[in-house]
């Protein structure tokens, strides 16, 4: 991640959360009044985001330092130390806040994208994020998603070329507006379009997509779809996919599994910040 673009956005973060002043913090501590706090899990999860929470108190003091306990990657359980801070206790407690959620939301996505990614071990399946991100953020959940050991698919509609049911209906067919996007992307850029029927699927071949999306398709017309496209385009899954159904759609043979539930739906992860002698 490119840290001037994280910096810009954790200012405004603090801006939003800080007002015009904590009231608080400075009515009990003099300018300088020193401190020192422990980031603690106080529950199981996947660590992601402690490097950003980082740069938010150093955002917020420079004179703040961190320590990182546990890399990001590694296994929380509670009552595990993740972070050192240290500093004037008017800004650790500035950026307690902002610090803290970004750091339980991020390790929320790694963990449940985790787990979609430990459900379909042993396949050659990718698990992939959307667009279904919290505006602001993308940057920062799509990261998470990495960390949790999934993959990211397009971050910006510039990314990459993706039809859909929409570009389709407006156009009048996959065939149609496969031909007009060839004419008009990159040669350097994929195709992917939207399949919603078997016969889409063939339009698609038909038509020379490089990538297929099965929306909301039943595992046995995922089955038939990988038998139809023999691998002449890679084949990606989407909708309705949850951690009881994804290994199950994982074995028809797609390539990759798109769930948009890892960065709209996870659960913020449960960490406190503690001031220690």
């Known amino acids: 991640m490119n840290n001037l673009h994280l910096i810009e956005k954790i200012k405004l973060f603090l801006e939003e959360d800080i007002g015009p002043g904590d009231i608080t913090s400075e009515a009990l501590f003099q300018n300088g009044w020193p401190a020192k706090a422990l980031f603690i899990a106080k529950s199981d999860f996947t660590i992601a985001g402690l490097e950003i929470a980082e740069l938010v108190f150093e955002t917020q003091n420079h004179e703040i330092h961190c320590d990182i306990l546990l ?44 787990a ?49 049911e929409n570009h389709i209906k407006a156009c009048g067919s996959i065939h149609e507006a496969i031909t007009k996007t060839r004419k008009y992307a990159p040669h350097t850029m994929k195709i992917e379009v ?67 539930a890892l960065t709209h739906s996870a659960p913020a992860s449960d960490i406190s910040m503690l001031i220690v002698d």
């Open 116 to 164: 979609f990614v430990e459900k379909t071990k042993g396949l050659p399946v990718r698990i992939v994020d959307t667009r279904k991100t919290t505006p602001g953020f993308r940057t920062f959940e799509k990261y998470a998603v990495r960390v949790g050991g999934g993959y990211n698919h397009r971050f910006n509609l510039a990314d990459a070329v993706l039809i859909k």
């Open 71 to 114: 890399p990001d990657g590694s296994k929380a359980l509670p009552g595990d130390k993740l972070q050192k801070i240290s500093g004037p206790a008017q800004d650790l407690l500035k950026a307690e806040r902002v610090a803290l959620n970004i750091c339980q939301r991020l390790c929320g996505i790694a963990s449940l994208t985790a």
């Open 194 to 260: 939207e399949a919603e029927r078997l016969d889409q699927v063939e339009e698609c071949l038909a038509a020379g997509a490089d990538i297929i999306m099965l929306d909301n398709m039943s595992l046995a017309e995922m089955r038939k779809a990988v038998e139809l496209v023999q691998g002449k385009a890679l084949i990606e899954a989407s909708g309705g996919v949850t951690l009881d159904n994804v290994r199950d759609i994982a074995e028809t043979g797609v390539d990759i599994i798109s769930i948009g």
